[in-house]
Structure formats: C-alpha cells, structure tokens
C-alpha cells in the first residue's frame, strides 16, 4: 500500500493522496476480474493442448488367442504405432506374431512386420475434425486476449468515471470547508463591531445564517465524500484477493487539475477512429469468431465430399522389414492395400450443415458492421464533448473570476459603510455556485479524456 500513494499531503503524516494513474495501475494488478480474464486465458491455453492431443502418436497393442477341444487354433499378438500427420495422414509401422493350427489364410505366419500410410482423397483431406478443434482452440486462446483488453478497458472505466466522482466531492467539500471558516470569522467581526454598537442586530443574523447554510452544505458533501470513496473501494483490492476500504485520511492530489495526462491530452479524431478501426478489442474479438466460423465452414464443407480413404502397408518377414524391403518397390510384392469409398446419394445433411456455417458467418459480419458504426459514433460524440467541454471550462473559469471580483469589491463597500451583508453574501453564493460549476464541468473533462480513449479501446 505504501508503494500506491504519494508522500504526505500539506505535511499531514495522517493524509496520502491518490490520482488517477495509481488507480489504474492498481486495479488492473489485483483487481478479480481482471485474475478471472487470465483464469480464461489459461483455460485457452489448456484447449489448446487438448487439441493437439488427436495429433499424438499411439502405441497399440493386441493379443488373441484361441484354444478349443484340445486344439491350438491361434494365438496372434499385433503391435504398432500409429503417428497422425497434418493433411489427413497417418502413418503406422508395426510387427504381428501368429502362430496355431488353423489360422486365418489371409494372414501372415509366424513373425512378419509392417510399415505403412493411411490418408484421405476426398473428405478430410483439407480439412478434418482434429485440425479444425486445434485451429478454433488458437482462434480462441487469442479471442481470450482480446476479450481480456475488452472487459480490461470497460473495468477501467468505471473505476477512473468513480475516482473522478469522489474527487469533485472532496473538492466541494474543501470549497465549502474554506466558506466556512471564512463566514466564520465574518460571523465574529459582525458579532463585534454589534458589541460596540457599530452594526444592527439584523447583520448578525445575516452572517449567521449564511454560516449555517455553509456549515449544513459542508456536512453534505463530507457525507458524499465518504461514500463515494466507499463506492471507489469496490474497485480497490490487495493481494490475496483481500477487498481494500478506502479509508478517510486518504485524498485526491493536490493539483489534481493539473495532471500532465489533462494538460498535454489532444487528440486527433482521424487517429481516434483508424486506431479503433484496427485495434478495438470489441471488433477484433468479432475477427476471431469470423476466423473460427470460417474454419467451421470448411469443416461443414468437406460433408458435401465422399469418402475416399486409401492404405498402404510394406510388408516384412520377420520382425527386421529391412531385409525384404528390397525384394521388391511398392506395388511389387510385399504389400497390402486398399480402399474405402462411401457415398451419399443425395448430401442432404452436409448441405445443409453448410448452408448454415455460410448464414452464421453472415450473421456475424453484420454485427461487425453494426458494432463498428457505433464505435465510430461513440468516438465523435466523446470528441465534439471534449473539445466543448474545453470551451465550456474557459468561459466559467473567466465567470468566476469575474464574481470573485464582484464579492471582493462588494467587501471593500461594505467596510466603506456603502453595502450591506446582504448584498456581500448574495455574491459569494454566485461565486460559490460558479465554482462548483467550473469543478464539475472539469471532472467531465476528466471523465470525457478516458471515455474517449475507452471508445477507441485504448484504455487497458
């Protein structure tokens, strides 16, 4: 926690500050949503491996054997080891013992071995279940990254939007707290110079009850401070996955209107939109499900094509394949092979497996498109925002200057005997009124320069 906020504030050892950046930095180390982003991530990682699983080499291995009526029919043991290849391939060597008095006369006595290759050379030849489940599983551990910016990018921005209430709170508090003090000490001068009989009754009450609103605002906004930063604290945990509490002698910064990030922020509309073009976590997760339907077409595709399957085995006698290898090349002598063809007559299912890959992809490019205009639009609405809202800031910094004037000319009449508290009181209200509006229009600045980058999908 020490390593979270700055040095003492106004050389109170009790009072740490917290801005905007340490907030950010904080949430996205401890906060459980983004542990549960990466949680997913892992889960990603571990599909992946489960897909690559239909691509490991197996070893086989079996043994029968046949005894009947005193007769030694058969004992055969079989064992090889079948490697799957990219393409449909699979590759396969092994060695068989078969031994007995009535044996199979299609197969090999005693020791013989084999090496050979299974492939297809129509149906899943491009493509097959296993190659698809391995490319959706990379398709997806990468969609997880994304998704992970995603919900990273809208996570910060309700933290940074709750920071931002919790600042002007405790703005309007100090404001107020200040009112007060000052009212106060006005309450006391009033209250003397009715002492010594310079100034009527009625002025007393006048600076009285102004106090009292102020007082009475004062408790307000420290009620709204508090909870506030209660509302902050459910962004803020520790390790361990301990919720943290916002406690009471921690406060915004000091020139917290002053941040380089505000004063040096001045974006450009066009990189805006070309950077949430390219690099929106939102669009590119529909990039990856649009890779991972396409990949399912093809997939459905391959139901509209018959089945071709071919083997070849080298055969061997005994268990070296070596020595007869070279009796003879393939399709000479020592081999076995075949075919296995399977076609449907009408391909009713793999049509309409297809048709509907072909719809979904459809579908999602339309909700592309749509969620890609209203990121445009959300981008230039933040836009013509901030540039307003700078505007807007300008002027009511000069208006508030201009009643801080008008309350300080009214004092110096009303030290002169030519006004009345009345008068002095109702000026101060205009100019506290302007400032919380100027202090409001700047927490929406504030809150517009992270929205605008949340728009984009930059803010993770």
């Not at 390790?239 to 000091?254: A, N, R």
Request: glycine content about 4%; proline content about 3%; aromatic content about 12%.
């Amino acid at each position: 926690m020490f390593l979270v906020f700055n040095l003492p504030l106004n050389g109170q050892d009790t009072s740490k500050t917290l801005n905007a950046n340490q907030l950010i930095s904080w949430v996205k180390k401890y906060h459980p949503v983004v542990r549960q982003t990466e949680i997913e991530i892992g889960i990603s990682e571990s599909n992946i491996t489960i897909a690559r699983g239909g691509f490991d080499p197996k070893i086989q291995v079996e043994y029968e054997s046949k005894t009947f009526n005193g007769t030694n029919y058969f004992e055969h043991l079989t064992s090889q080891v079948a490697l799957p290849a990219w393409y449909g391939i699979e590759f396969k060597g092994g060695i068989e013992q078969l031994n007995g008095d009535r044996q199979d006369p299609t197969l090999t006595s005693n020791q013989s071995s084999f090496v050979g290759v299974n492939f297809s050379l129509a149906k899943n030849l491009v493509i097959d279940k296993r190659r698809a489940a391995l490319k959706q599983a990379k398709i997806f551990n990468s969609m997880a990254y994304v998704q992970q910016r995603a919900i990273v990018n809208d996570l910060l921005l309700e933290a940074v939007e709750q920071y931002w209430n919790w600042v002007a709170a405790y703005q309007k508090f100090e404001i107020m707290n200040r009112n007060v003090e000052i009212n106060l000490d006005r309450f006391q001068l009033v209250k003397r110079t009715f002492e010594l009989g310079e100034r009527p009754a009625i002025d007393t009450i006048e600076a009285l009850t102004q106090l009292q609103s102020f007082q009475y605002l004062r408790n307000n906004y420290w009620l709204e401070f508090q909870n506030t930063g209660l509302l902050l604290s459910a962004f803020l945990w520790m390790e361990g996955d301990l919720p943290y509490f916002l406690p009471e002698t921690v406060i915004p910064v000091k020139d917290w209107d002053k941040e380089e990030f505000v004063l040096t922020y001045q974006p450009v509309l066009e990189n805006l939109l070309i950077q949430a073009s390219l690099n929106h976590p939102e669009l590119n997760m529909y990039n990856y499900k649009l890779d991972a339907l396409e990949v399912e077409r093809k997939l459905k595709f391959q139901e509209l094509l018959p089945i071709v399957n071919f083997q070849y085995n080298q055969l061997g006698k005994g268990f070296n394949l070596a020595t007869t290898a070279v009796e003879g090349p393939i399709f000479r002598n020592n081999y076995k092979y075949g075919f296995n063809i399977e076609l449907p007559m009408t391909f009713a299912k793999g049509r309409g497996d297809f048709k509907i890959a072909k719809l979904k992809i459809e579908n999602t490019a339309l909700d592309r498109l749509q969620k890609s205009n209203a990121i445009e639009i959300k981008v230039k609405s933040y836009f013509n925002q901030f540039l307003m809202l700078q505007k807007q800031i300008e002027l009511q910094s000069l208006n508030y200057k201009n009643y801080q004037l008008l309350v300080r000319a009214e004092e110096v009449r009303f030290k002169n005997g030519e006004s009345s508290l009345f008068l002095i009181n109702s000026r101060e209200n205009k100019a506290l009124e302007s400032l919380e509006k100027l202090i409001e229009n700047k927490v929406k600045l504030y809150k517009t320069i992270f929205a605008l980058q949340w728009s984009a999908g930059l803010l993770n």
